[in-house]
């Protein structure tokens, strides 16, 4: 939406609009929650520890809490099954799968711009 449509829009659904973003965001802006996202893009379903040993680094309490709170968004779907040991396969919804293509443009971007941390090497003389 460009800036001039967005100034022809009414305020109350500009206000609306805004409101919207800044409600999904403050699901998507936590740490690790676009990780967690990304890495259930790649196979579905998956388990909590299948998940948690390709996030390294990530508490079990952190990624026990990004999974609730992508499955209340509906960005994500819990499915228990009633076995001894149970068992709990998360997976994408329909909503989350449309944000992949978003995913992977925000990855390259991030690959585009992220600053270099390997030294330069200094020439031998």
């Known amino acids: 939406m ?10 109350k659904t500009l206000e609306s609009v805004q409101c919207e973003v800044a409600d999904i965001w403050h699901v998507l802006g936590k740490t690790w929650a676009l990780v967690v996202l990304k890495n259930m893009s790649t196979k579905e379903p998956i388990r909590f520890n299948d998940l948690k040993r390709v996030l390294p680094g990530i508490s079990n309490t952190v990624l026990s809490d990004r999974l609730k709170e992508l499955e209340k968004a509906s960005l994500i ?17 329909r909503q989350a799968k ?6 992977d443009l925000l990855g390259k971007w991030v690959g585009k711009w992220k600053p270099n941390t390997t030294k330069p090497q200094s020439k031998k003389k």
């Open 2 to 11: 460009t800036l001039e449509q967005e100034m022809d829009l009414p305020r």
């Open 77 to 93: 779907s819990k499915k228990v099954y009633a076995e001894i040991p149970l068992r709990v396969e998360y997976s994408l919804t």
């Open 98 to 103: 449309e944000l992949e293509y978003i995913l």
